[in-house]
C-alpha cells in the first residue's frame, strides 16, 4: 500500500488536509488497472485512454 501524500495550507485546506491523499500513479504501481476490496466485495479502478478515472464493480 503506497504511503499518504502529506498535505496542508490555508484554512480551508486544512480541513481538506484531515483526510488521507493517495496519489493515483502511486496506488497503480505504474499500471492501468487495479482491484479495490471493499467489504469483501472487488471494484475495478481503472484509469481510461482520455486520463479519467472509472470505478465500477
Known sequence: MPAPVA???????EK???LTRY?????????REVILEHRGQDYRLRIT?????ILSK
Open 23 to 31: 496519489l493515483v500513479s502511486e496506488l497503480m504501481q505504474g499500471g
Open 49 to 53: 485512454e482520455a486520463g479519467k478515472l
Open 7 to 13: 498535505t496542508g495550507g490555508t484554512d480551508a485546506a
Open 16 to 18: 481538506r488536509s484531515s
